[in-house]
């Protein structure tokens, strides 16, 4: 199984350009400035996201399906998290009232 032990890491420190989580997708800039993200930035983009894509889902018949973030932190490295308590589950499923708009209950 994987593990995470935030005490072995600086859990606030932005994660390195050219990086998504642990996969690097293109070679770094050195000169780039740290990426982050607050909660209000995230949740605008989840906002225009859905009203955009649920529509589509529900006329292709999908259900989409968010993930809980895991570790349940408000924040990690540079990047506000979304789903990480009750409310922030109601907050995202009141954004498109949708049977295509759903949670994924990851155990």
């Known amino acids: 199984s994987v593990g995470l032990d ?12 050219g990086v998504v989580w642990n996969m690097r997708y293109r070679a770094g ?3 780039a400035e740290p990426v982050r993200v607050s909660s209000e930035e995230l ?10 894509i649920v ?3 529900e006329e292709a018949g999908v259900m989409l399906a968010a993930h809980p973030d895991d570790p349940p932190a408000e924040a990690l490295r540079g990047a506000a998290r979304l ?5 922030k589950y109601d907050r ?10 759903g ?5």
């Open 43 to 52: 949740w605008q983009r989840l906002d225009v996201f859905l009203r955009e």
């Open 83 to 87: 789903v990480n308590r009750p409310e």
């Open 29 to 31: 800039r050195p000169d």
């Open 6 to 17: 935030l005490s072995a890491i600086d859990a606030d420190l932005p994660l390195p350009d």
């Open 55 to 57: 529509p589509v889902a």
């Open 103 to 107: 949670l994924e209950l990851c155990l």
């Open 92 to 101: 995202l499923m009141n954004i498109v009232d949708s049977p295509s708009n």
